[in-house]
Nanobody, 127 residues
Framework: QEQLVESGGGSVQAGGPLRPPCVAP????????MGWFRQIPGGAREAVAT????????RYADSVARRFIISQDNTKNTLTLQMNDLRPNDTARYYC????????????????????WGQGTQVTVSS
């Protein structure tokens, strides 16, 4: 099964930025919906931001709205999450995923339909 590959995580002080990219090889890149998710140890995986394949519709969790920006470069099969003004409670392992979801399904409430996943990249924000 093809997997997405995240990178660009790391440790940063509160208020700083990170911009992890996710490369989606081959078949995984040709999905209608892509997104970023995060998970802390012992917690459920939650959606952070999603985007339809053409970027026409993007959605953000309330906790990251106006701080994070999801974008795609379809020529490079890359999905990027620009994270600004990072906070300690943004600390988590971040995953990207893709799936064949229709625009109204490409949202934040369910992981169902996201077929392809990466291994994740750790983001740690210190105060």
């Amino acid at each position: 099964q093809e997997q997405l590959v995240e990178s660009g995580g790391g440790s940063v002080q509160a208020g700083g930025p990170l911009r992890p990219p996710c490369v989606a090889p081959g078949y995984a890149a040709k999905r209608e919906c892509m997104g970023w998710f995060r998970q802390i140890p012992g917690g459920a995986r939650e959606a952070v931001a999603t985007s339809t394949v053409n970027g026409a519709i993007t959605r953000y969790a309330d906790s990251v709205a106006r701080r994070f920006i999801i974008s795609q470069d379809n020529t490079k099969n890359t999905l990027t999450l620009q994270m600004n003004d990072l906070r300690p409670n943004d600390t988590a392992r971040y995953y990207c995923a893709s799936g064949n979801l229709r625009p109204w399904e490409c949202g934040l409430t369910s992981l169902t339909g996201f077929t392809y996943w990466g291994q994740g990249t750790q983001v740690t924000v210190s105060s």
